[in-house]
């Protein structure tokens, strides 16, 4: 089955480097063993990784032979949750929605996510 983004087309790849997605295969999809549901294609800034670090995800440290630490202006799947949490803060990072599966809709409206649109025309 074809996983959808948020425009309704089939879902693009959000980056390979660094490389992300729960299953590390450059795509934000979700599926039964994705329990944080890494569907939101987001381009990283400081702010953010910021917040991340204080609710205990710390996503800016390397981790030797396994994560290269992100750095501003990295895309990255993040977790739905997460990106709520950082949206009702006020340091939600811009996301793009060709990028970014259409299950994030379970947790945040369109017309929420629409101003943090890197590709909407």
Wanted: hydrophobic residues 35%; charged residues 25%; glycine residues 8%.
């Amino acid at each position: 089955m074809t996983k959808l983004n948020l425009l309704g087309s089939a879902l693009e790849l959000c980056s390979e480097q660094p490389l992300t997605g729960f299953y590390r295969d450059g795509n934000c999809r979700t599926d039964e063993f994705d329990r944080g549901r890494h569907v939101v294609c987001a381009q990283v800034t400081e702010e953010f990784l910021e917040f991340s670090k204080q609710q205990g995800n710390d996503l800016s440290t390397p981790i030797p032979g396994s994560f290269p630490g992100l750095k501003p202006g990295d895309f990255w799947c993040l977790c739905a949750l997460r990106w709520v949490e950082a949206f009702r803060a006020g340091k939600a990072p811009k996301i793009r929605f060709t990028a970014t599966d259409e299950a994030v809709l379970k947790y945040v409206s369109l017309e929420e996510l629409k101003p943090f649109a890197l590709d909407l025309h």
